[in-house]
């Protein structure tokens, strides 16, 4: 069992990192090399209508998104 006070501390656990790492593995072993995730990175929030990065018929806004969370994303390519 893993306790956490925030969603901050269940997404920096190292057990959930993995387990989320080992599922990408399991279902992606059929993929191309190109077709596969390389990193990712939990999301200490959801995406709703309300926090602006949902439309209201529930698609991603991805310019929202990518403004919000550029260093982020620059992260990732980075390394």
Partial sequence: MI?????EEIIENRKVVELIQNELDTRQQHFAHYE???????LPEE??????????????????????????????YDG
Avoid at 36 to 42: G, P
Avoid at 47 to 76: C, H, S, W
């Fill in 3 to 7: 306790s956490a006070q925030s969603n």
């Fill in 36 to 42: 596969k995730i390389r990193e990712f990175r939990s």
């Fill in 47 to 76: 995406f709703t209508v309300e926090n602006g990065l949902l439309t209201p018929t529930l698609k991603v806004k991805r310019k929202k998104v990518e403004e919000k969370y550029a260093d982020l994303i620059k992260e990732m």
